[in-house]
T-cell receptor, first 112, second 116 residues
Framework: AQTVTQSQPEMSVQEAETVTLSCTYD???????LFWYKQPPSRQMILVIR??????QNATENRFSVNFQKAAKSFSLKISDSQLGDAAMYFC?????????FGKGTKLSVKP | NAGVTQTPKFRVLKTGQSMTLLCAQD?????MYWYRQDPGMGLRLIHY???????AKGEVPDGYNVSRLKKQNFLLGLESAAPSQTSVYFC???????????????FGPGTRLTVT
């Protein structure tokens, strides 16, 4: 089975500091998409950032950026200048044949 | 433009009862999905639909049925609820075209279902 692995069930960061959430995946496809979704306590799933596998440049969205290592099948999320509102569950997902395969999530806590 | 909506938001069932969860989207998306989310398990795909009148099984389809009679609606049915189906259920939708953002799924707010 093709899987997405998030090896950190929980992470903690001090407000204003930087944190990196890890994600690895397996796939036999050459073109695919990767995503990070955020789920705050409200339960709503919010897209944070997306990466197309054929693009070598790492995606960035304001304080959020990724480190995409295609050969290593690694897709980590870096959050800079962490804010209290960043506290949430974060899910890594890979597009596969039109569907998404999700990791089990990382719970991020932000300390004031 | 409401996006993806789900009805109801909460429900408590007794074992053996049946119910239907409704998902509606107003974005003219072709693909629609039903997931369940359990603690420590992430989101797992139950069933999905690639267009009106078509459905397909996902990773965990047993105990559930779906129907897509209209493009904007995707129904998830539980014929005989079991405690193992206690979960949070999410509906999602996306475009069909193979555009750069086409794999992006838009999620509803979720339905918390408890089966006692």
């Amino acid at each position: 089975a093709q899987t997405v692995t998030q090896s950190q069930p929980e992470m903690s960061v001090q407000e204003a500091e930087t944190v990196t959430l890890s994600c690895t995946y397996d796939t036999s496809e050459s073109d695919y998409y990767l995503f990070w979704y955020k789920q705050p306590p409200s339960r709503q799933m919010i897209l944070v950032i997306r990466q197309e596998a054929y693009k070598q440049q790492n995606a960035t969205e304001n304080r959020f950026s990724v480190n995409f290592q295609k050969a290593a099948k690694s897709f980590s999320l870096k959050i800079s200048d962490s804010q209290l509102g960043d506290a949430a569950m974060y899910f890594c997902a890979r597009g596969s044949q039109g569907n998404l395969i999700f990791g089990k999530g990382t719970k991020l806590s932000v300390k004031p | 433009n409401a996006g993806v909506t789900q009805t109801p938001k909460f429900r408590v069932l007794k074992t053996g009862q049946s119910m239907t969860l409704l998902c509606a989207q107003d974005m003219n998306h072709e693909y629609m999905y039903w997931y369940r989310q359990d603690p420590g398990m992430g989101l797992r795909l139950i069933h999905y639909s690639v267009g009106e009148g078509t459905t397909a099984k996902g990773e965990v389809p047993d105990g559930y049925n779906v129907s897509r009679l209209k493009k904007q609606n995707f129904l998830l049915g539980l014929e005989s609820a079991a405690p193992s189906q206690t979960s949070v259920y999410f509906c999602a939708s996306r475009l069909h075209r193979l555009a750069a953002s086409s794999y992006e799924q838009y999620f509803g707010p979720g339905t918390r279902l408890t089966v006692t």
